[in-house]
């Protein structure tokens, strides 16, 4: 497979090895247009190293990266590069450049060439979920692989303890620096009974959390509610909602157990589950401690472990975006 992809890559970072990688992947011809001096330069407000520089730094990842076919690298001095040749097949770009590739195929149909095929991946951010770019890291805001100089905030929409402390665990699988805060939010209801009420008050929290710290990179919103199986049973399950200040919202769910049917018949009323399970059994402060699931599991599996799965289920898309949004036109 010829492919082709092309950028100025003055400062090789995550976002460009995403890109290489992908049209390493499936080329057996590879050819990189690497934007000429004058072209980079004109085009930026910053310092742009020479082509020689950046065109071997080029070459030294794809070594990297174990690429055995055909490299081709030329220098180009426009947008379009080498694409208006024939004989290409797939032309690899970012979300950013796809009007442009979108320009090169309506350019191709003038010159009578048949259409190259798209790959759009799709953008790659910061820690603070803002585009990955060479200006960030050459002003000192994030380092190559988009980690920040400074701890990443999420601002949870609960005083809930275990939220919070759920939240940290996750983020902490994903950032080198994390800080929460809390944002008291007025749930919508005091138990939710379907995914769409559940959904409904985690992204209630989300949103007002956000706002709410007015320094955070993220609003998290967690949610515990009941479903009913096909089965007749009923399972509940955190459910969380991450917003960025991008209005990009991710969502994610935690592991589910079973509702005991004594509490499941007391739900129809006021107050949720574990303010009914905790009168029950004479257990205070069931919610803001181990959770009905400490309780019940005997402590193997507590409330802040269910939100901690629930949140890195809704992160987990944020760490691939080039996937999650990639497009193959």
Not at 51 to 63: A, C, Y
Not at 91 to 103: D, N
Not at 283 to 309: A, C, M, P, Q
Request: charged share 25%; hydrophobic share 40%.
């Amino acid at each position: 497979m010829r492919v082709i992809a092309g950028g100025t890559f003055n400062v090789l970072h995550r976002g460009h090895r995403l890109l290489l990688a992908h049209a390493a992947s499936i080329a057996s011809h590879l050819g990189i247009g690497i934007t000429s001096d004058t072209m980079a330069s004109g085009a930026r407000g910053f310092p742009v190293r020479p082509f020689r520089e950046r065109k071997r730094d080029v070459e030294r990842l794809l070594e990297e990266m174990g690429f055995s076919g055909t490299l081709e690298i030329r220098e180009i001095g426009d947008r379009y590069g080498f694409s208006l040749e024939e004989g290409w097949d797939i032309l690899v770009a970012s979300r950013e450049t796809k009007p442009t590739a979108l320009e090169i195929n309506s350019l191709r149909a003038e010159k009578g060439l048949s259409p190259i095929r798209l790959h759009i991946l799709g953008m790659v951010l910061a820690d603070d979920a803002l585009p990955l770019s060479s200006s960030r890291i050459l002003a000192g805001e994030i380092d190559t692989e988009g980690h920040l100089k400074r701890p990443v905030k999420a601002a949870v929409g609960s005083l809930s303890p275990p939220k919070a402390e759920g939240v940290r665990d996750a983020f902490s699988l994903f950032f080198p620096s994390v800080e929460t805060s809390a944002v008291q939010v007025e749930p919508p209801m005091d138990q939710p009974m379907s995914i769409e009420e559940i959904l409904m008050g985690a992204r209630k929290r989300a949103e007002e959390a956000l706002p709410g710290d007015g320094s955070a990179d993220y609003g998290v919103g967690i949610e515990h509610g009941v479903v009913t199986l096909a089965s007749g049973g009923h399972l509940s399950f955190h459910l969380c909602v991450v917003a960025d200040r991008r209005g990009l919202e991710t969502v994610g769910v935690g592991p589910g157990f079973p509702v005991p049917g004594f509490v499941l018949e007391r739900l129809s009323g006021d107050g949720d589950m574990s303010s009914i399970l905790g009168e029950l059994l004479g257990v205070e402060n069931l919610g803001s401690g181990e959770g009905i699931t400490g309780l019940l599991s005997e402590g193997r599996v507590v409330r802040r472990d269910l939100v901690k799965w629930a949140v890195v289920s809704a992160m987990v898309p944020r760490m691939r975006m080039d996937i999650y949004d990639m497009e193959i036109l």
